[in-house]
């Protein structure tokens, strides 16, 4: 120990021991602290640079390493070369052998101030630490010095070395973290048994070198999310250890696993594989009036849109009392009406409160017709038309609540592919829903929408799509982003085209964003979601647990109104008058 502090002084005097006031070796050994202060930056730069690699994969062997790491880098290696600083003033104080040569010595006993006096005496007699806070003598004036300085220098060191941990471990749970600052405090009740005055010389010089550590740990810069998601999977969906097991004619042979669908490349890296529609598809009522059985227990009442997809209806179920939403294709050719049965039977499956909910799929006579819940409210695209942007706190309520009605979707392998301000309805209590899921959406059809509210051009397709390539919970991800984006700043990410083959080129060429708003508190997360590559943008579930923190250090509540209460409409006289029914089918 006492080799490695004469090293580090004769290294410290050399580079920065002038020779004035209060002494070479007092700056020396500042110097010293500062050196040993870039010891813990490097522990945390080297974890900083394997979470490149791993991600949030904190396992028995990463942990270890971790923990290996923040031990020897801020309690091993800082302690031997303090106390070894330390124990070299007194070997030279006391006239024994201290490592440093004849010509270092003998400036040792040079003074450059009265109270100081020599230079050995001063750093190498005296009280340590812990005589001196806890046994003090002389003045109290001079206590008062030594109390604050003991005490003030290192935890200030201890909060630097503190954001240095964090700031490794960024993008994942901070918890790890403790490896580095619970080994700083050890540290230092460690060292109390260094004098106390070459303790505020050395805590001097390493405070500021704790400062400046930051720098190249942050420079660094987190994981990508593609490797965080994959490590948070890999956590998730560990490989089984099955026991070999005998082969036994009692036992039967398990059934091969149902066939899984595979979402495109693009979307590997962003969401977890969802499960077989096909497999697990779980089924829609079909009561009286339903396909397959004779009359029809749906009476319309008024139309609420059409577009090339077909038409939308309010409608009655006169079986239920209820109010629904009749989503009507015209004449679907044979593909289209497997992909609805299909697709309808996964997303009736889905249960979260803000996604809206499928009732049944029956046959019309004039096409096949989507039943789902019919919601009261308004579009966001009208409440950012006529209420104007929303505040980071209602924008951040919108993300969460929207990135979990998405994932929720996506578990069960359906898709949304046309998110955008107005198939988010808010209803009278200020709630978001999502609605008008891609269901056997016709190519091109841009404007239908599931209460009518009619939009325009495709401001808020992902690149990806633009360009042809499949929809992908990537895409979902990059439509949601955009839309709140649209919602702070009342327009598109990458702003509006004259007309819609304009727009969508602008996304097909991936013409990066340029209205993101300015001063929100989600620029940065919105700036990465919105990414030109998917497989470099945060998943839905990175999304939400980052939004939901921030509310959270905001003091509000993720399950909030989105806006302040929508009024609800007066009835209007028309709605009074008797609606027709249909006529009977012949």
Same mark, same amino acid.
């Given at each position: 120990?006492?080799?490695?502090?004469?090293?580090?002084?004769?290294?410290?005097?050399?580079?920065?021991?002038?020779?004035?006031?209060?002494?070479?070796?007092?700056?020396?050994?500042?110097?010293?602290?500062?050196?040993?202060?870039?010891?813990?930056?490097?522990?945390?730069?080297?974890?900083?640079?394997?979470?490149?690699?791993?991600?949030?994969?904190?396992?028995?062997?990463?942990?270890?390493?971790?923990?290996?790491?923040?031990?020897?880098?801020?309690?091993?290696?800082?302690?031997?070369?303090?106390?070894?600083?330390?124990?070299?003033?007194?070997?030279?104080?006391?006239?024994?052998?201290?490592?440093?040569?004849?010509?270092?010595?003998?400036?040792?006993?040079?003074?450059?101030?009265?109270?100081?006096?020599?230079?050995?005496?001063?750093?190498?007699?005296?009280?340590?630490?812990?005589?001196?806070?806890?046994?003090?003598?002389?003045?109290?004036?001079?206590?008062?010095?030594?109390?604050?300085?003991?005490?003030?220098?290192?935890?200030?060191?201890?909060?630097?070395?503190?954001?240095?941990?964090?700031?490794?471990?960024?993008?994942?749970?901070?918890?790890?973290?403790?490896?580095?600052?619970?080994?700083?405090?050890?540290?230092?009740?460690?060292?109390?048994?260094?004098?106390?005055?070459?303790?505020?010389?050395?805590?001097?010089?390493?405070?500021?070198?704790?400062?400046?550590?930051?720098?190249?740990?942050?420079?660094?810069?987190?994981?990508?999310?593609?490797?965080?998601?994959?490590?948070?999977?890999?956590?998730?969906?560990?490989?089984?250890?099955?026991?070999?097991?005998?082969?036994?004619?009692?036992?039967?042979?398990?059934?091969?696993?149902?066939?899984?669908?595979?979402?495109? +490349?693009? =979307? %590997? !890296?962003? @969401?977890? /594989?969802?499960?077989? #529609?096909?497999?697990?598809?779980? *089924?829609?009522?079909?009561?009286?009036?339903?396909?397959?059985?004779?009359?029809?227990?749906?009476?319309?009442?008024?139309?609420?849109?059409?577009?090339?997809?077909?038409?939308?209806?309010?409608?009655?179920?006169?079986?239920?009392?209820?109010?629904?939403?009749?989503?009507?294709?015209?004449?679907?050719?044979?593909?289209?009406?497997?992909?609805?049965?299909?697709?309808?039977?996964?997303?009736?499956?889905?249960?979260?409160?803000?996604?809206?909910?499928?009732?049944?799929?029956?046959?019309?006579?004039?096409?096949?017709?989507?039943?789902?819940?019919?919601?009261?409210?308004?579009?966001?695209?009208?409440?950012?038309?006529?209420?104007?942007?929303?505040?980071?706190?209602?924008?951040?309520?919108?993300?969460?609540?929207? +990135?979990? =009605? %998405? !994932?929720? @979707?996506? /578990?069960?392998?359906? #898709?949304?592919?046309?998110?955008? *301000?107005?198939?988010?309805?808010?209803?009278?209590?200020?709630?978001?829903?999502?609605?008008?899921?891609?269901?056997?959406?016709?190519?091109?059809?841009?404007?239908?929408?599931?209460?009518?509210?009619?939009?325009?051009?495709?401001?808020?397709?992902?690149?990806?799509?633009?360009?042809?390539?499949?929809?992908?919970?990537?895409?979902?991800?990059?439509?949601?982003?955009?839309?709140?984006?649209?919602?702070?700043?009342?327009?598109?990410?990458?702003?509006?085209?004259?007309?819609?083959?304009?727009?969508?080129?602008?996304?097909?060429?991936?013409?990066?964003?340029?209205?993101?708003?300015?001063?929100?508190?989600?620029?940065?997360?919105?700036?990465?979601?919105?990414?030109?590559?998917?497989?470099?943008?945060?998943?839905?579930?990175?999304?939400?647990?980052?939004?939901?923190?921030?509310?959270?250090?905001?003091?509000?509540?993720?399950?909030?109104?989105?806006?302040?209460?929508?009024?609800?409409?007066?009835?209007?006289?028309?709605?009074?008058?008797?609606?027709?029914?249909?006529?009977?089918?012949?």
């Amino acid at each position: 120990m006492g080799g490695l502090g004469s090293a580090l002084l004769s290294l410290a005097h050399s580079l920065f021991g002038p020779g004035i006031w209060p002494g070479d070796w007092v700056w020396a050994t500042s110097t010293a602290g500062a050196l040993v202060a870039l010891v813990p930056a490097i522990g945390a730069l080297t974890v900083a640079i394997m979470r490149k690699g791993t991600g949030n994969r904190y396992d028995s062997v990463t942990l270890s390493v971790f923990g290996g790491i923040a031990v020897v880098s801020v309690l091993v290696l800082p302690w031997l070369l303090a106390n070894g600083v330390s124990a070299t003033f007194r070997a030279v104080n006391a006239g024994q052998k201290s490592g440093l040569s004849a010509s270092e010595l003998s400036t040792m006993d040079k003074s450059y101030a009265d109270f100081i006096g020599p230079q050995k005496t001063y750093l190498g007699d005296g009280q340590n630490v812990y005589e001196t806070l806890f046994y003090p003598h002389g003045l109290q004036i001079s206590y008062v010095y030594y109390l604050v300085a003991l005490i003030a220098l290192p935890a200030g060191s201890l909060l630097f070395v503190m954001l240095q941990a964090r700031t490794a471990f960024r993008r994942g749970p901070k918890w790890p973290s403790r490896f580095f600052w619970i080994s700083f405090v050890i540290l230092v009740l460690v060292s109390v048994s260094m004098e106390a005055n070459t303790a505020i010389h050395f805590w001097l010089g390493f405070l500021p070198f704790s400062v400046l550590g930051l720098i190249p740990v942050a420079l660094v810069g987190p994981p990508p999310w593609s490797v965080i998601h994959r490590s948070v999977q890999e956590k998730r969906d560990p490989e089984p250890q099955r026991p070999p097991q005998q082969p036994s004619q009692a036992q039967p042979t398990p059934p091969p696993p149902p066939p899984q669908r595979q979402y495109p +490349a693009t =979307a %590997l !890296a962003q @969401a977890p /594989e969802p499960p077989a #529609l096909a497999a697990v598809p779980g *089924p829609v009522p079909l009561p009286p009036g339903s396909r397959g059985a004779g009359g029809s227990r749906y009476r319309r009442v008024r139309q609420l849109g059409a577009g090339g997809f077909g038409t939308v209806w309010q409608a009655v179920d006169t079986q239920l009392n209820r109010t629904v939403a009749l989503k009507i294709a015209h004449a679907p050719d044979r593909d289209t009406e497997e992909r609805m049965q299909r697709e309808a039977r996964a997303l009736a499956v889905v249960n979260h409160p803000n996604c809206v909910k499928v009732y049944d799929l029956v046959e019309e006579p004039d096409g096949l017709a989507l039943v789902m819940e019919y919601l009261e409210g308004r579009s966001l695209a009208d409440v950012v038309d006529s209420q104007g942007p929303l505040d980071d706190i209602a924008a951040g309520r919108l993300w969460s609540t929207m +990135a979990g =009605a %998405l !994932a929720a @979707a996506h /578990e069960k392998g359906v #898709l949304h592919r046309d998110l955008k *301000p107005s198939n988010i309805i808010v209803d009278p209590a200020g709630l978001a829903h999502l609605i008008d899921f891609g269901i056997a959406r016709s190519q091109g059809d841009s404007k239908l929408t599931a209460t009518g509210m009619m939009i325009g051009t495709p401001d808020f397709v992902a690149p990806e799509t633009a360009m042809g390539a499949p929809a992908s919970p990537a895409s979902d991800a990059w439509q949601l982003a955009a839309t709140v984006s649209y919602a702070l700043s009342g327009q598109p990410p990458r702003g509006t085209r004259e007309t819609p083959m304009a727009a969508l080129m602008a996304a097909a060429r991936a013409e990066p964003v340029s209205r993101l708003p300015r001063n929100s508190a989600h620029t940065r997360i919105l700036g990465a979601s919105l990414d030109q590559e998917p497989r470099r943008r945060p998943t839905l579930t990175a999304v939400r647990r980052e939004v939901e923190g921030w509310l959270a250090r905001a003091g509000k509540s993720p399950d909030g109104p989105v806006t302040q209460l929508v009024p609800r409409q007066p009835p209007q006289p028309q709605r009074t008058r008797q609606v027709q029914p249909p006529p009977p089918r012949r």
